[in-house]
């Protein structure tokens, strides 16, 4: 659902064109004459409730235009992140996954041997790694690597705030749907 609502707004952005054909915000003269988001009256003359408050009197095109950005920008730089945040954590973090014999006999036990995990900062001396992605999430501090469930929680919450995002952006496109017409 949210891969195609993304690409109604995509293609309603990049081949409709929408601003060289409507008048979204103020015309020639400089009339007010976009329109804005939570404005109008439901069919019983009341007036129209939203979603998102406070996204209340702003023009829908810019409202477009933040959903086509987060989709085509923010939201390809937090995948990515993801993604390089949950490499890091295997490859540096979690250890490597071994089967063991567990107590009770004819059993085996899942465990991660942290013995080659580094344990300084020194030893990512000549690596490549993405500081500037981690950054974002250690709190100010690389040390914050080697502190139990650190990474494995920032990443948790990294996917908990994708889904989130994925949520509020397919919602907010919903709600500007009779909108994307020129």
Same mark, same amino acid.
């Given at each position: ?55 209340? $009197? &702003?023009? /829908?095109?810019?409202? *477009?235009?933040?959903? %086509? ?10 995948? =990515? ?44 001396? $000549? &690596?490549? /790694?993405?500081?500037? *992605?981690?950054?974002? %999430? ?10 139990? =469930? ?33």
């Amino acid at each position: 659902m949210l891969q195609a609502n993304m690409e109604l707004i995509t293609f309603f952005i990049e081949k409709e064109k929408p601003e060289e054909h409507v008048v979204w915000y103020k015309d020639d003269e400089g009339n007010d004459c976009g329109h804005k988001y939570g404005e109008g009256l439901n069919m019983d003359g009341s007036k129209m409730t939203v979603l998102f408050p406070e996204y209340e $009197g &702003k023009y /829908v095109m810019d409202i *477009i235009k933040e959903i %086509y950005h987060w989709w085509k920008e923010d939201y390809v730089r937090l995948c =990515n992140d993801q993604s390089y945040l949950l490499s890091f954590w295997c490859d540096y973090v979690a250890g490597t996954m071994k089967s063991i014999p567990a107590k009770k006999e004819g059993y085996r036990e899942i465990v991660f041997d942290k013995t080659d995990c580094p344990t300084t900062l020194d030893f990512f001396n $000549g &690596k490549e /790694v993405k500081w500037e *992605i981690l950054d974002q %999430y250690l709190d100010g501090d690389r040390n914050n690597i080697f502190v139990e =469930n650190f990474v494995s929680n920032k990443l948790h919450w990294l996917e908990s705030e994708i889904e989130r995002q994925k949520q509020k952006y397919l919602h907010l496109c919903i709600e500007v749907r009779e909108y994307l017409w020129t």
